[in-house]
């Protein structure tokens, strides 16, 4: 069958369905966001120490949601979340398993997510982790809505999946987007910072994920605060 056309309305519909749990979700929005942890999701016993050539990956996973099936209402859709909870496991399955087979050192994730509504409560972290069990996994959140019900709950953020001996990341702040997810959520953009030894050579990634659209010149400004954070590290040695 031919697809049917988009419209400004059926996305509208969409939107407006999902307003009021995002409304719910903002109000359990908490003080914690100011403030990311960092998580260590799982850590083997000992990973090998780096060695040259270093071999980097970054990955905007997207919540393991905008597949090739995503019809994404930023982009035009009608959806801001997979049909379906099946569609959502695939997508993480299918990134664990491209992810064992390039053997990278360091993958740089961005859009990792936890159990909540954009993800149809599949825990994304968890099934990379499980399915990776000798990399070690740290994530931070960039919304934290504990208080929120667990079925519209976000718990998203940047994240670093390492096979080789790296320190805990560290949390770069970066200003905020005046703009709201959904309109309604505020979030917290930061970046994490790992550092490792390569070769007995000190060498700190950095993991960022900028603000998506631009508005009001945010982008340029955590990019500012990138690159002075950067320099600083560089200072330090």
């Not at 982009?75 to 390039?102: F, Q, S, T």
């Not at 096979?163 to 770069?172: L, N, S, Y």
């Not at 997810?181 to 950095?206: F, K, M, Q």
Request: proline share 8%; hydrophobic share 45%.
């Amino acid at each position: 069958d031919a697809p049917r056309p988009r419209s400004r309305g059926s996305g509208m519909r969409g939107a407006a369905a999902l307003a009021p749990p995002l409304a719910l979700l903002a109000a359990c929005v908490t003080a914690e966001a100011r403030t990311p942890v960092v998580r260590s999701l799982w850590a083997p016993f000992s990973l090998p120490a780096p060695s040259e050539p270093l071999r980097l990956i970054t990955w905007n996973l997207g919540y393991a949601g905008l597949g090739a099936e995503a019809d994404f209402i930023a982009e035009g859709g009608r959806r801001l979340r997979p049909a379906r909870a099946e569609l959502v496991k695939r997508n993480a399955d299918g990134i664990a398993a491209r992810l064992a087979a390039e053997d990278a050192h360091v993958v740089m994730l961005q859009e990792l997510a936890g159990p909540g509504l954009l993800t149809r409560n599949v825990d994304v972290a968890g099934r990379l982790a499980r399915a990776l069990p000798q990399h070690a996994l740290a994530y931070s959140r960039d919304v934290d809505s504990r208080l929120a019900p667990f079925s519209i709950a976000l718990d998203h953020g940047p994240g670093v999946l390492a096979a080789v001996a790296a320190e805990t990341p560290t949390v770069i702040d970066l200003p905020d987007d005046p703009a709201r997810l959904a309109g309604v959520v505020e979030r917290n953009y930061h970046a994490l910072s790992v550092d490792l030894d390569v070769d007995g050579r000190p060498w700190t990634l950095i993991n960022a994920h900028l603000a998506a659209y631009e508005r009001t010149g945010v982008r340029e400004r955590q990019l500012a605060a990138l690159i002075a954070a950067a320099r600083r590290r560089f200072e330090e040695g």
